[in-house]
């Protein structure tokens, strides 16, 4: 079960078509899909049913995104291999992989402990290594390490955080689910010090973006 086989990777050539059908066509993204365990960021009650395009349950009431969803936001991040990339909502860290297997250089922040520790030992295991995963408020984002080519944020915000904002680097692009029941999948990028272009896309569904517990 805990490992990947010819089966797993005849299921995920699947899965690429049915991505390219709905429309994604950037190699690096396809590719990364194309290569990664995801049953192996599952509990074992959905390994079967890993490779639908479908979210999953991953305890502590959070959800594995659907891999559409996953493959269109890395495709509007517009990512280069050696970005800075931060990722608020590490969750099963499927999406952290795929910005590691696309080159970039990840920080990644979870607000839930449980998931913060599996996704630690996870993706050493798996061969992906981001730069650091981070325990704590993604509405603060990570300051040590900003300013970031790219930020994705992979949960519902009711607003975009400003420490987010804050953190972008000038020429930069972040990618992120505006709203509070449905989210307008919305492109930021940063022309200036002062100055943001803002782009909505699709409506998305996603788990909301939680403030702090204390
Ligand atoms: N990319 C993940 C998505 C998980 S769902 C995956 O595909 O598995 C969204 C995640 O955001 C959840 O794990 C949730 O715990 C986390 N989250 C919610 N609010 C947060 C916050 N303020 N800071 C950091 N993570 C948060």
């Not at 979870?110 to 993706?123: A, D, N, P, V, Y």
């Not at 519902?156 to 400003?162: D, F, L, M, Q, R």
Request: net charge positive; proline share 6%.
């Amino acid at each position: 079960m805990k490992q990947d086989t010819t089966k797993h990777q005849g299921k995920r050539r699947q899965l690429v078509l049915v991505l390219e059908q709905k429309g994604i066509t950037q190699a690096a993204v396809l590719n990364a899909i194309g290569d990664i365990p995801r049953h192996l960021f599952l509990d074992s009650s959905f390994v079967d049913h890993a490779y639908q395009d479908k979210a999953f349950p991953i305890g502590a009431e959070q959800t594995i995104s659907q891999p559409y969803t996953v493959a269109f936001q890395s495709e509007q991040l517009h990512l280069k291999p050696g970005m800075k990339v931060l990722e608020i909502g590490t969750g099963s860290g499927y999406q952290t992989a795929v910005l590691c297997h696309i080159g970039a250089e990840v920080y990644s922040i979870e607000r839930q402990h449980e998931l913060f520790r599996t996704s630690l030992k996870r993706l050493p295991a798996l061969g992906y290594k981001p730069k650091k995963l981070i325990f704590g408020d993604g509405y603060k984002g990570y300051p040590e390490q900003a300013p970031y080519d790219r930020i994705i944020v992979t949960a519902g915000a009711p607003s975009v955080p400003e420490a987010l904002l804050a953190q972008l680097a000038v020429g930069g692009r972040m990618v992120i689910p505006v709203g509070e029941a449905n989210q307008k999948m919305t492109v930021i990028t940063r022309t200036s010090d002062n100055d943001f272009q803002k782009l909505e896309l699709g409506d998305f569904r996603f788990v909301p973006l939680l403030q702090d517990k204390n």
